[in-house]
């Protein structure tokens, strides 16, 4: 099985993805995901440029030496770019082990630890009625635990609240929660701390009020308070049994979250934004961590995303796998098989795909009572549709940002 052609495909359905494509002699092939939101054509050039002239020749059953070849041989090791790259390949290269060995990625990791995968959605509402509606629709999708995102009174836009995107190059797409916004430049939202922490207690008891006390229900703060904020907040929420509160303070500061730690027993989820073992090492030996946020696409794939899973396992903390739209379907399909295989699954992130992904990446994943299984295709079970991905060329799209009525940027 060794790698004679290697592809970097760009597509645009919906969104921007970044997809490596490995060909081998065989005439096998495997998928990979390389999206990062934002900053997706760095990850093309690293892959087209530096790591695909590495690959052609290559043993696609070699996983692990290939993983420590691109990692340990790139000498300029983690960061963001570096880790997708190194993601896409090791994820096309179980997709090809499976399809070698004619077994779903699942069974290869392990076998099934279940039956399927809880998973939750984004509910979101400029105010209660609308969330409301909003949590009702979700669950008549079928799902079983919600993230509840509300608008704050006085701010204007603010991550997470699902909008109808206005500007030009995009106008009348409704994006669910998809906060990338196809335009020159990154759309600027506002911020105002002391309003959010006044504010959201009072939806979540609402929110409680309307659908009872059994329902799941988690938070997502996004990184924008220091550790006193973070604190306040996870205590403040208590009274609402959340399911997990996440990204309370920036990633760059880990050990932040003692101090949040010592004020709550709110469960804290962190990590979308991290991108190796390392950046974990501290926050699970010091078990400041109730679950693990990264994606398969952005922590260097199956291999490396489950080394961090097995040591977070010796201390209880379960697996939050990341899973917005800007997760392909082929790092969807990455992270179902890993769930399904470990023993410390925690629940899934998931929200649909628009109707063009559906058509470019032909998915064999089932969503039923709540559930999502991987399906028993061999490897991932993804087929990317090369002609209708060739439809979609890449659109410039940036995440938003934020400012504080005086001008100051803050954590978006
Ligand atoms: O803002 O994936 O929990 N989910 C999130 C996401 C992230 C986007 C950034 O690309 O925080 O919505
Ligand atoms: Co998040």
């Not at 896409?88 to 399927?116: F, H």
């Not at 009274?239 to 804290?268: C, G, I, K, M, S």
Request: charged share 25%; aromatic share 8%; net charge negative.
């Amino acid at each position: 099985m060794i790698i004679d052609r290697a592809e970097v495909i760009v597509t645009s359905p919906d969104r921007n993805f970044v997809t490596l494509k490995l060909s081998t002699d065989d005439g096998l092939t495997g998928l990979g995901d390389a999206t990062l939101n934002g900053r997706e054509l760095a990850v093309v050039g690293y892959l087209s440029d530096h790591v695909v002239p590495l690959l052609i020749g290559r043993d696609a059953h070699r996983i692990e030496d290939t993983w420590q070849f691109l990692y340990r041989g790139a000498y300029w090791r983690r960061g963001p770019v570096t880790m997708a790259a190194i993601a896409a390949v090791d994820t096309a290269l179980w997709d090809l082990k499976g399809k070698a060995a004619g077994l779903p990625v699942y069974q290869l990791l392990g076998g099934a630890s279940r039956t399927g995968l809880l998973a939750y959605g984004h509910a979101s509402g400029r105010d209660l009625p609308e969330l409301f509606d909003s949590v009702r629709a979700h669950r008549e999708q079928g799902y079983r635990a919600i993230r509840i995102q509300t608008g704050v009174p006085g701010l204007r836009s603010i991550y997470g609240i699902a909008s109808n995107v206005t500007v030009e190059a995009n106008a009348g797409v409704r994006y669910d929660h998809e906060p990338a916004q196809r335009s020159a430049r990154p759309q600027e939202e506002d911020w105002d701390t002391r309003a959010y922490l006044r504010h959201v207690p009072g939806v979540f008891e609402a929110v409680r009020g309307e659908f009872g006390p059994e329902l799941p229900l988690l938070h997502d703060a996004h990184h924008r308070l220091t550790p006193i904020q973070a604190a306040r907040l996870g205590k403040s929420l208590e009274p609402y049994d959340l399911f997990w509160l996440e990204d309370a303070t920036p990633a760059e500061n880990p050990e932040a979250l003692r101090l949040v730690r010592q004020h709550t027993v709110t469960p804290l989820a962190i990590g979308e934004v991290f991108n190796s073992v390392w950046d974990y090492q501290q926050i699970i030996r010091e078990q400041l961590i109730d679950y693990v946020r990264s994606a398969v696409t952005h922590t260097g794939g199956i291999t490396h995303l489950r080394r961090i899973l097995d040591y977070a396992a010796q201390y209880q903390i379960k697996s939050g796998i990341h899973g917005p739209t800007d997760i392909s379907p082929v790092g969807m399909a990455a992270a179902l098989h890993l769930g399904l295989a470990i023993h410390n699954f925690g629940i899934q992130e998931y929200m649909k795909h628009g109707t063009r992904t559906d058509e470019v990446f032909r998915q064999s994943f089932t969503w039923r009572d709540g559930l999502l299984h991987p399906g028993d295709r061999p490897g991932l079970g993804v087929d990317l549709d090369v002609d209708e991905a060739g439809k979609y060329p890449y659109v410039r799209a940036y995440l938003p940002y934020n400012r504080l009525a005086d001008g100051t940027v803050h954590d978006w």
